[in-house]
């Protein structure tokens, strides 16, 4: 009787690990794709992968040998706008997203698409070596209930990381 109290006691150990590493978990989109965000989707605007912001970028990471993650921001049609950008010594398989909130006003889209806690756009995925990649723009706002921040991880650990909020 005594190794199956210990299996049990070994098995409610293990399950309660699990959940609690569920429940401490960061919450996420329960589906993501880049489509949640190209072709005009929720207010994004496509724009090419070479695109720039302003040389000020309010976040910005590093990762494996120098590949750069950078929250780029700019002006579009007289609006401040944010995107994500991938850039450096990038190989195929790295990727790049940025994720959005807009807490209390602005649902993201029609009826039936609010995102909680936060929509992400993409992971747009590198295709070949140095290739540099940006997620679509949407606009920014002052509202601290708006923000954006880029996510990203390398092809060689799959660990995906994000910058603080903008």
Known sequence: MRPLRSVLASLTAVC??????????????????ASDCTGGTRGFTDHPDNASGDTYKPRSFKLGNNVVFTLEKGVYAGQQIAFGKISGVTFPGDDVWMDWKATGWDKGGPAGTEMYPWLQCGPFVVQSIGQSLTTPFKRTSTDPEYQFRVCGSLNSDNIPRCSDWW
């Open 16 to 33: 309660a690990l699990a959940t609690g590493v569920t429940v401490a978990g960061p919450a996420g989109p329960a589906q993501a794709a």
